[in-house]
């Protein structure tokens, strides 16, 4: 029963605790959860792979659908913001409709909007099945891990926590690859029509083996006025991180009205949340009081930051620098997902049983340690490094991020009840989210800032006394000379030539900033793991009974 307040608003009802489960009904679980689990990676992956996938493919869907290429990133954009509105409200929207209906809707809607894409004729039509899609997806993330916290047993967790975030971590790094490959073999509606068969099985796995938890807890009444809030206040963010560098920033009045809406919103979001009037919040920002999850949700950003800033970073360096095609790019990414994939599973083979056999903190700042040596070697990448120095720089990054999710979430979930389990997976998510927006947004804008001060630091050398850029200047008209232009024509080539060289080793420099920039967002963060708790083996997330 609820307990009523001094002022007489009624408080959130106290969460029971949670007793044993039955023998029977974890004999029952125990046949089905694998299968479970494969239904929910694959529904996962498929939603993080949608995320980049695109990205290759936006010229040639510019080209075929006659847009712009600023109008057609609004089929990322659009993405991106239905799913960061979404992700938060999973929890209630898992309780509303019970687990197994809310996910094989989820999973069905995905298929539906991405056979949608496929078939789209307008840039208007696309981008409105995509956000369809992006709603569709948060499911896939959030109430899937939630879920797996909740069917199996603790001493299972770090191996079934671990396979499944090294599909979150390794999609992003497999959708370039993959991506260009379709691309460059079919048509860009391709890589919405894979979805389908993969959608299909995803869906047969979880309606045929999953059902609703026997801890889940009924919504009450609707919080329209928090629905509301949160999808004004998380939207405007969104779009004010994705648009504001085409824009100018705050140069753009529309960015700084957004901008204010969303501060002003999300504010007012977090107070009608933790009010005692709020009886049914829509998301319960109250098990933020938990120190462990509140540090790895802040954690999270930072991962976040440094996954999606560098999967941003590198195909922009490889293309424009090394003049890599999107392919030969994908593929010098793809070790770097297995490095990932194997240091996920050593991890989840450390943390798995009743007692972990390494303190998960132990293993954070591992894996803090090795992604930022990483980010070191990139940013001392030059204008001659070739695939074999970018792959081993890779492989460092992707061998230092499994060495993080998993021990990050074995430390948020070791804590929470059960019940709680559904919301700090919404938080965890969202925060992985927006830590990728901050991270491309920002890293964006101070790549272009870092180009220009680096290009007018080189410019400054060059004058008419520097007799090494003079001999340069001879030597490039002397070559074009040779090849049948005029002198004068030959000297203004030579020019043209040396502006270029100016301008590619700007670039250079302000990427190596960048990645180091990453480097120093590590550091400035990491001392958000010394506030997290070492899981003490009481603190068992209980097994659904089926």
Known sequence: MAKVSKSGAAAIPARPAVGPIPAAALSGVSKYRWWILLGLITAAIMEVLDTTIVNVALPQMAGNLGATFEEIGWVSTGYILSNVVVLPMTAFLAARFGRKRYLGFSIL???FASFFCGMSHSLIELVFWRIVQ???????????????????PMEQQGIVQAIFLMGIIVAPTLGPTLGGWITDNYTWNWCFF?????????FFLVTTFLEDSVQASKAGSVDWLGIGLMTVGLGSLQYVLEQGQEKDW????SIVRLALLSGVTLAILMWWELSPRNTHPVVDFRILKNRALSSAIFLFVALGFGLYGGVYLFPLFAQTILNFTPTKTGLVLLPGGLATATSALICGRLLNGKKALVDPRILIVLGMTIFMISMWDLGHLTIISGEADTRVSLLIRGF???FLFAPINQVAYASINPREAQQASGLINLARQLGGSFGIA???TYLTHRSDIHRANLVNYLYAGNTQMTSQVQKFAANFHAHGLGMTDATRAAYAVLDRKVTVQAQVSSFNDSFLMILVFFCITSPAIFLLRKPKAAAAVAVDAH
């Open 400 to 402: 230092g991020l499994g």
């Open 250 to 253: 705050f140069n753009d009045s």
């Open 442 to 444: 920002i890293l964006g």
């Open 109 to 111: 809607l995905f298929i």
């Open 194 to 202: 894979i979805n389908i068969p993969i959608g299909i099985a995803s």
């Open 134 to 152: 992006g709603a569709g997806g948060a499911a896939l993330l959030s109430t899937a891990q939630a879920t797996l916290r909740q069917i199996f």
